[in-house]
């Protein structure tokens, strides 16, 4: 045989080894079945059989999210680790094959893979519909990235920080599952200017919502033309009324349904908003019926005419349920630590983000993998049990590890989400921070500084 196609063949089976001893076939294999495998390799992009093939890589990706040293040097340190363990020759610590393997990893493959586990969590998390219809909710936060021009170029920081104070600031509006807490799609935008505000993000993802959903949003999304496009597409939308304009809530007004409770109907707007073409302008309707109530403190805007079959109640306890975006955003952030990002320039920063929502959604299909066991709700599972699980897991070596695996979804069962309703904290942090003051100038004049007149002597 020639040497060259014996070593290449050796090269192969040593990297088929290698997949299926390390985080490839963890996050892959065992946690999402074939359905998902089978929707990886379509997205796969043509390589070549290397020590960091695209689901190697994405993987090793992912487990960085997950972990709490999100250092590259630390996915290489471990993988030269396994091939120890394998009897292998250890792979080079240096991490610059690895990074460039990273930026070689499509962009496009990983926000699919958030789209298709989106769906294939939605679709096994049927019991928690609303009255027989799924819920989306829709949320917008800010995201931060390293100080670096690329990223300053591509998202610049907020108008109130001087130069070389401030850090990137990258907006993200996405669309949740009520049901599982599943990512079912995102969009990202610049902080200030045309088109990054959270109208625009969510516009551009109405094709993720399907007929006879129900979304729910805060008082952001309380827009007439947002209002007639989700009509138009045969959804509903359950919102929060903007705060100046319910000042101007008259319940004597429209059709009276019940005790704060009516039917009004809004006209087009004269002026045609900025971002909206003529042709679109003129389609839209000029009258739109909606539906005004007041639960509790807020006024609530929605589509859902008839108090028959949505009744007042229904419609009070449905937008209690809106919180839970605001706990998934938490957990993304917090628990996982989205909420600085690490890459240094915009492309690899967005690539970032994307493996963020993909490593959130396996969590969440673990725990719709374990509330299907138990007979119980996704959502009364808690997310940062079944991440501390799954991290001590992937360190399991044995030969019945898909025998124990039921063991471990056992074990993420075992563990519920108290019911605190009404529960009110103040937002305000009681743990001082450190006495050091803030940085007023940019870095290099307050190096110059030090190195003329030297430290100050008190720390104010």
Request: aromatic share 6%.
């Amino acid at each position: 045989m020639n040497p060259r196609r014996q070593a290449a063949i050796l090269q192969q089976r040593r990297t088929h080894h290698l997949a299926s001893n390390a985080d490839a076939y963890a996050f892959f294999n065992l946690l999402t079945g074939p359905e998902l495998l089978d929707q990886v390799e379509s997205l796969l992009p043509d390589h070549r059989e290397r020590l960091f093939p695209p689901t190697e890589t994405l993987s090793m990706f992912m487990a960085q999210a997950l972990s709490a040293d999100r250092s590259c040097q630390r996915s290489v340190n471990e993988l030269a680790v396994k091939q120890l363990r394998a009897g292998l020759k250890p792979c080079s610590t240096h991490t610059g094959g690895y990074c460039r393997a990273r930026q070689r990893l499509p962009v496009e493959m990983v926000s699919s893979l958030v789209r298709n586990t989106g769906n294939l969590i939605s679709s096994n998390a049927r019991s928690g519909q609303w009255m027989g219809r799924p819920v989306r909710l829709v949320d917008g936060t800010t995201v931060v990235m390293p100080d670096t021009q690329a990223n300053q170029d591509a998202y610049p920081q907020s108008r109130g920080q001087k130069p070389g104070l401030g850090f990137p600031i990258c907006r993200m509006v996405g669309i949740v599952c009520l049901s599982s807490g599943a990512v079912l799609d995102a969009a990202l935008g610049r902080f200030r200017g045309k088109g990054g505000d959270e109208q625009t993000l969510l516009r551009s993802m109405l094709d993720t919502l399907n007929t006879g959903d129900v979304l729910l949003g805060d008082a952001f999304y309380a827009t007439y033309f947002l209002l007639c496009e989700l009509q138009r597409r045969g959804i509903d939308g359950v919102f929060e009324k903007y705060g100046a304009r319910r000042r101007s809530t008259d319940f004597r007004r429209g059709t009276r349904l019940g005790t704060r409770d009516h039917l009004i109907t809004l006209e087009k707007p004269s002026r045609r908003p900025a971002w909206m073409n003529q042709a679109s302008y003129e389609q839209a309707p000029d009258q739109l019926e909606v539906r005004e109530l007041k639960a509790g403190n807020k006024i609530l805007v929605t589509t859902l005419g008839c108090a028959r079959e949505t009744p007042k109640a229904a419609l009070k306890a449905l937008f209690k349920d809106r919180w839970h975006v605001e706990l998934d955003l938490r957990n993304l952030k917090t628990t996982m630590g989205l909420e600085m990002l690490s890459c240094k320039t915009a492309a690899m920063a967005v690539k970032e983000l994307w493996v963020y929502l993909l490593a959130h959604n396996l969590i969440r299909l673990l725990m719709v993998q374990s509330a299907s066991i138990v007979d119980c709700l996704p959502r009364q599972l808690s997310f940062k049990h079944t991440l501390q699980l799954w991290l001590a897991w992937r360190q399991f070596d044995g030969s019945d590890i898909d025998e124990r695996f039921h063991q471990l979804l056992m074990l993420i069962a075992q563990q519920r989400v108290g019911r605190r309703s009404g529960r009110m904290e103040p937002r305000a942090v009681k743990r001082r921070q450190k006495p050091y003051p803030l940085l007023t100038r940019a870095r290099q004049a307050e190096r110059k500084e030090i190195r003329k007149n030297g430290h100050p002597r008190k720390v104010k």
